[in-house]
C-alpha cells in the first residue's frame, strides 16, 4: 500500500524454529537484527523474567530505543509501531513519542499487566508495570486490540482508555498460507469423520480436558470408537502420557508440525477441527491462531473454552460451531457428541455472505484496517 517498513528485531534464538519457505516471503524487508537472546541460559532466563522491570527484554528494547535517538534525521521513521509482547517493545514508542515527536500505535497481541498468564514477583515490580501500561493507553496516539472482550476490558478497568483511542484488529489468516498444494495427506488412522488440532500442547491438565471428554463419550456412545479419529499436529513436547493412559491410542494420533504450505491440505482433509484453552475465566478474551485457520479454511470448529468468551461469540455469531465450557467434562463429551452429529448432518455451512462477513479475519482485509489507522494520523515531516 505505498508504506516503506523497516523493522527492529532480535537475533533467533538457538532454540527458535525458523520457517525458510516464510522468509522468501519477507526477504525484500529491510530488517536490523539486534543483540541476541541466549534461551540456552535457562536460571538467567527466569531470574531475568522475574525481576526485570516491564519484562525480560527490557534492555533490548532500551537498546533499540538509544539507537533510533541516536540516528541521523534522515533515518527518522514518520511513524512507529511497536507490538508487543514482549511488552517492553512500548518503550521504544514512549521515548520516541515523547523525545522525537513520533506517531506512535501501541499494539497489543495480548493482554499486558491483565493477562492470563501475567505474573509478577514484587510489589514494586507490580506497580512499575502498571504505571508504564498506563503511560502507553495515555500517550500512544492509537491502540490496536486483538479481540474486543480485550478492548473493553482496557476500557472499563482501572485504565479507563478512552473508547475511540482504541481499535481491534484481531490475529488472522493469510488466504495464500492455506492454499492446497494438492498433496497426499497421511491421515493416522483415518475413520469416517477425522477432526484436526493444529499447534502445540499445553500438558495434559489442560489438552486432558478434551481427552477425559472424549473418553466419557464412549462410554456413553461406544460405537462413535469406530466412526471417529483425531489428528493432532504441532509441537509434540508437552504431549504427556494421558491419552495411553485413557486407552485412547487407536482414536487419537499425534503428529510433529508441518510446514506453513503444508498446512491448506492438512486443513482440507479434515472434517472439522478443535481447540481448547485452559480453565480459567481471564482467557475469555483469547483465541488460538489456531482458530482463524479454521475459518480460513471453511472448517466446522468445536472449542472448549469460556462461557460467553470470544471464541464461542464468533463461533454463535457464524453458526460455524460448537463450543463447551471447560468445567464439566460429561457436558463437554454431550456437546462434542452434539457438534459430531451436525458435521454429519451438514449444519455447519460457510454460505457467501458468511464468508464475506468472515473477511474481517483475513489478514488481507486487517491489512487495510491498519493502514486506514495510520492514515488517520498526521504523519511527522
Known amino acids: 500500500m505505498g508504506y516503506e517498513v523497516h523493522v527492529y528485531a532480535t537475533n533467533p534464538g538457538e532454540t527458535d524454529w525458523v520457517d525458510d519457505k516464510r522468509l522468501k516471503d519477507v526477504s525484500s524487508v529491510p530488517v536490523s537484527r539486534i543483540g541476541r537472546r541466549n534461551l540456552s541460559r535457562a536460571i538467567i ?121 482504541g481499535t481491534v484488529i484481531y490475529n488472522g489468516y493469510d488466504e495464500s498460507d492455506l492454499s492446497r ?3 497426499t495427506i497421511s491421515w493416522k488412522g483415518k475413520k469416517s469423520y477425522n477432526y484436526l488440532y493444529l499447534g502445540g500442547l499445553r500438558g495434559d491438565h489442560v489438552d486432558g480436558i478434551f481427552y477425559k471428554a472424549l473418553h466419557k463419550l464412549f462410554q456413553i456412545r461406544p460405537h462413535l470408537r469406530s466412526e471417529i479419529s483425531i489428528q493432532i499436529v504441532g509441537n509434540l513436547v508437552k504431549k504427556g502420557n494421558l491419552v495411553h493412559e485413557l486407552e485412547l491410542d487407536d482414536v487419537i494420533f499425534f503428529s510433529p508440525g508441518v510446514p506453513y504450505d503444508e498446512v491448506g ?18 482467557y475469555r478474551g483469547t483465541i488460538a491462531g489456531k482458530v482463524f485457520d479454521y475459518i480460513g479454511a471453511k472448517k466446522p470448529i468445536f472449542s472448549i473454552g469460556i462461557p460467553n468468551g470470544e471464541i464461542e461469540n464468533i463461533l454463535k455469531e457464524f453458526d460455524i460451531g460448537q463450543s463447551a465450557a471447560p468445567d464439566n467434562i460429561e457436558q463437554i463429551a454431550l456437546d462434542f457428541n452434539i457438534f459430531h452429529e451436525q458435521v454429519k448432518t451438514g449444519q455447519f455451512q460457510y454460505t457467501d455472505h458468511k464468508i464475506e462477513s468472515l473477511k474481517v479475519f483475513s489478514r488481507k482485509h486487517q491489512a487495510y484496517q491498519l493502514a486506514e489507522l495510520i492514515e488517520s494520523l498526521e504523519f511527522k515531516k
Not at 534525521?73 to 511488552?87: F, K, L, V, W
Not at 498468564?117 to 512499575?128: L, P, T
Not at 491440505?265 to 481471564?282: E, H, K, P, V
Open 265 to 282: 491440505d492438512l486443513l482440507n482433509a479434515s472434517d472439522g477441527c478443535l481447540t481448547w484453552q485452559r480453565n480459567r475465566i481471564t
Open 181 to 183: 498444494q494438492n498433496k
Open 45 to 165: 532466563h527466569k531470574v531475568k523474567r522475574r525481576l526485570l522491570p516491564i519484562d525480560f527484554q527490557t534492555p533490548w528494547a532500551l537498546k533499540v530505543t538509544k539507537i533510533l535517538l541516536n540516528a541521523p534525521d534522515t533515518d527518522d521513521p514518520q511513524i512507529i509501531i511497536t507490538s508487543g509482547p514482549p511488552h517492553s517493545m512500548h518503550i521504544v514508542g514512549y521515548f520516541m513519542k515523547k523525545l522525537r515527536g513520533t506517531p506512535w500505535v501501541a499494539d497489543f497481541r495480548d493482554h499486558f499487566t491483565l493477562g492470563p498468564e501475567y505474573r509478577v514477583y514484587s510489589f514494586i515490580g507490580k506497580r512499575i508495570n502498571q504505571w508504564f501500561e498506563n503511560q502507553i493507553y495515555k500517550n500512544a496516539n492509537r491502540i490496536i486490540f486483538n479481540t474486543k472482550i480485550n478492548k473493553e476490558d482496557v476500557i472499563y478497568s482501572k485504565f479507563q482508555l478512552e473508547s475511540d483511542k
